[in-house]
């Protein structure tokens, strides 16, 4: 018995001939170019939708440009990453541009690179890199190459745009928050830098120095406590291990991130420890979970819908004109207090 015949795939000189016009005037409306009448767009539009014809990413890559953003993502199981990617996606929802996603594994310079530089081979017209950690001079060859705009990453480049928030202020209103309900035995559990060459950039690093700094403000120098494991649910919970290990709890637990502070939730749980009736918790990032009733996480809100929108404009003008000077944007956040934090006796 002979395999059945795969189907064909739909091109553009079927839609020609299914709309009655040119190949030319097809390529014209795939295009958004000038010189298609309204009603030359509606009735290829027409055909297009009763062929179910898909355009050829590759052909058109050939052309010029693939109509594709890539946007590099370090660890997929962040619960603020997605904010990002919905700001991004929304702003890019009018415009003919489609946003592919690669995770490029937590704190993972190989893995990174692998996807930023598949992203370019496959032709994408720009990247957006969130929370990159390869050096700034892969970053730069990066963008060099293809328009990119990094997202949560502190820094300037002339190479390429940048949107971050600004994490000093950010750990400030978390400690002047605390401090604000009687706190003094302020701990708080930071994403462990292992690069002095990304030191000053990483705003894990910066949310660090601010709360150094906020607590010295207050005149709590001697009060500073660190504790260092990682952005993930799982550096959360053996932070919170850690303390809980110690003759005395702190007051206040002050998690760098959001998933972070998961972690904490959950070694505090199992050990018996209210929040925040024995230890106030505050968050950063101001995830969706972060609001959900059974969790009511204090948190700031670095505003990541707005930062995803703010990277696709970026993006667009910067695909407009590759020559227009670099832009960098350091967005102002706000805190969110819920029930996790509460006045100290």
Do not use: W
Request: glycine fraction near 8%; charged fraction near 20%; proline fraction near 7%.
């Amino acid at each position: 018995m002979e395999s059945p015949t795969p189907p064909r795939r739909v091109t553009i000189v079927d839609v020609a001939q299914h709309a009655q016009v040119s190949t030319t005037a097809v390529s014209k409306v795939l295009r958004n170019a000038y010189g298609a009448s309204p009603a030359m767009r509606a009735k290829v539009q027409q055909a297009i939708d009763e062929l179910g014809y898909r355009p050829f990413a590759a052909a058109r890559g050939l052309r010029g440009q693939t109509y594709t953003i890539g946007v590099m993502l370090p660890d997929i199981r962040n619960p603020f990453f997605p904010e990002i990617v919905d700001g991004l996606t929304e702003a890019l929802s009018t415009t003919p541009y489609q946003v592919l996603l690669g995770p490029g594994g937590c704190n993972n310079e190989p893995a990174e690179a692998r996807v930023t530089e598949a992203m370019i081979d496959r032709g994408m017209d720009a990247l957006v890199l969130v929370a990159p950690v390869s050096p700034r001079t892969h970053l730069e060859h990066v963008a060099r190459t293809v328009p990119t705009v990094v997202v949560g990453r502190h820094g300037h480049s002339p190479a390429y745009d940048s949107v971050s928030d600004d994490d000093l202020a950010g750990a400030a209103l978390v400690v002047d928050h605390l401090v604000g309900l009687g706190h003094r035995r302020i701990t708080h559990i930071e994403h462990a830098e292992t690069d002095p060459d990304r030191l000053a950039e990483m705003p894990n690093a910066i949310r660090a120095e601010g709360y150094k700094r906020a607590m010295q403000a207050h005149g709590l120098a001697d009060e500073i406590d660190i504790v260092s494991t990682t952005y993930t649910q799982e550096g959360g919970y053996l932070g919170a291990r850690q303390l809980l290990a110690r003759p005395q709890l702190p007051t206040a637990v002050f998690a760098g991130a959001d998933v972070v502070a998961m972690g904490v939730l959950e070694a505090f749980t199992e050990a018996g420890v209210s929040v925040p009736d024995d230890v106030s918790l505050a968050g950063y990032d101001n995830t969706t979970f972060a609001a959900l009733g059974p969790v009511s996480l204090t948190s700031v809100d670095q505003a990541g819908h707005q930062i995803g929108a703010e990277a696709a404009r970026l993006l667009l003008d910067r695909i407009a004109d590759r020559t227009k000077p670099s832009v960098r944007l350091n967005l102002s956040p706000t805190l969110v207090p819920r029930r996790t934090t509460a006045r100290h006796a």
